[in-house]
């Protein structure tokens, strides 16, 4: 059921033990929101835990410094889920509640979570923008740790307030968390200057073999799965890899060609205003977003190249 | 002089001519206060014209469509400086103005122009922070040209609001430029996420080149003559390079050597918290901050090396 905030304010002001539920593969946003989340519930004195299917990523333990959140000794009286799209989001550990949630607290155009109640925004740039406005309801007190979860939802699904999603709303938000003391420097740094080792390894075997086609407009990288299995990367970090061939200059389509372990290449396409990138994978078999889509090819590396080219050649044909 | 804001608006609003001075290697503060200044007086009607020492990098131009700003063809009536810290930083097309000038912005703790009124704002994080007050003052209309100067100089300068200086107000006023139009997703992507082919190039030859000493807690990069004259790089995208070795999770000192043309090594030392670099750098005849300082070198590479890893050895012998 749609319901408004105020309803959902006060149904958590009423209950006293609220398990809060955050999606597999847990990002900045959905562990923000849950974290700010418990902090406030505690700050009212009630009994309140987190669950999540996968552990904790390392960049994001700061935001969990006593570690009991993830503690459930109590019968739960109210279920929120925060930042979960889709009941196949909630993975194994979460599975058994996904038909008893209460509440969903979400930004996902295309959520699919069956709740009591639900408050779907799509034009907020983060589930913790909803958190904010939601703990202002409940006249809960923003203190620097709740400061520091709903800055970290905001800035990473804004990518530090780059994105076209971040709205003036969110820098209000954000000016609000700085005065509540929010760490923001230390979080800016840890999330997105701080590279780890394997992923500047990685980075420089893709610029070494980082390969051009026509004219310079296209950029390929291959990401080997001999490099993989040498230098073990953190998933989330290879995202920015990802992102390397469409940041050149004059680059309209940005290639990335990951070799799977089966054999054959997962190929990521991103694109600039002028090509759709949806349109190329259809093509080969895949589908996605006009600047990002992506699609799988069973060959080796010269026939995916090939492939791949022959789809591109008549854009540039004019 | 120290002048308030409301008196320096006065000054604006009662002049019909107005010329406005850049500082020379002028970046995205500089510019974007100018523009955002520049276009506001031709709102009201007046005569004005921007002049900077050097020419506008690539990367700005579009914050000045019709390039008429830059054609003085009017006796000024008031000359204003914007974001320059000392007269020095005039260059050799505004030395000319140095004692002629009426009003001074800036927000460098250490500003030495001499101006009949000044408005030297240290917290500010951006010239361009002040100038969104100062219209505010003169009852301009913030239009979407004037949002995407200022916004240009606030998020330059607080490295897209991640730097320590970004401030409540920073976070508002940006809000405030998002509702008066401000092209913030393309202008982000232009600013930060674009990089040259030559960038690229010069970043992968400084990956294959990076060398780690004392268990990987010192990194090391080499930019070498050869390699720039190979490739030219704009000087702004090689602070870029600059960042790299403090990048990497566990790099307690970053070094960047960059060859002179005349021989010898430019020396960077970037650090974090537990080292002071201008400490290390005083040792060989530099200086400059805790956390980033330099000097220079006049020897071969490997003679350099020695001598900067002898001055850092005591650092981890406990």
């Known amino acids: 059921m749609e ?11 009423q209950s006293d033990q609220i398990l809060i539920i955050s999606h597999k593969n847990p990002d900045g946003d959905t562990l923000g929101s849950a974290g ?41 009286q109210l279920i929120v889920s925060v930042d979960v799209a889709d009941v196949t989001l909630l993975g194994p ?8 949630i209460d509440i969903c607290i979400d930004h996902h155009k295309s959520n699919g979570v069956i709740a009591k109640q639900s408050y779907i925004e799509v034009e907020a740039a983060a589930t913790c923008e909803i ?22 939802g905001i800035c990473t699904d804004t990518g530090c307030f780059k994105f076209s999603n971040t709205t003036p709303r969110t820098h209000r938000i954000a000016a609000a968390l700085f005065e509540s003391g929010c760490e923001y420097e ?53 995202d920015g ?23 054959g290449y997962k190929v990521s396409i991103r694109t600039g205003a002028t090509v759709d990138a949806s349109e190329l994978c259809k093509q080969l078999g895949g589908g996605g977003h006009a600047r990002a889509a992506g699609c799988a090819i069973d060959a080796d590396l010269e026939t995916t190249k090939n492939k791949l080219l022959k789809v ?7």
Chains 1, 2 share one sequence.
């Not at 958190?131 to 970290?152: E, F, G, H, P, W």
């Not at 591109?312 to 044909?317: D, R």
């Open 93 to 100: 550990k979460t599975q058994e509640f996904a038909n008893q």
């Open 3 to 13: 319901s408004c905030l105020e309803a959902i304010a006060q149904q958590l002001t």
């Open 241 to 263: 890899i990802s992102a390397i061939p469409r940041q050149i200059e004059g680059v309209d389509i940005g290639i990335i060609l990951k070799e799977r372990p089966e054999g």
């Open 186 to 238: 230390q979080i800016n740094r840890r999330l997105f200057d701080i590279k780890s080792m394997e992923y500047m390894m990685v980075k420089r075997d893709a610029l070494e073999h980082l390969e051009f086609y026509y004219d310079k407009r296209v950029a390929l990288i291959v990401i080997s799965q001999a490099l993989l299995q040498k230098i073990q990367v953190d998933v989330a970090e290879l």
């Open 312 to 318: 591109i050649q008549p854009i540039f044909q004019e």
């Open 131 to 152: 958190i904010y406005l939601l703990l202002k309801q409940m006249s809960v007190q923003i203190d620097r740790k709740i400061a520091n979860c709903l800055y970290t």
């Open 36 to 76: 700010g989340l418990f902090y406030a519930l505690k700050q009212l004195g009630k009994q309140a835990a987190i669950i999540c299917s996968d552990p904790i990523p390392k960049r994001f333990l700061y935001l969990f410094e006593e570690a009991q959140q993830f503690v459930l000794d109590f019968k739960p």
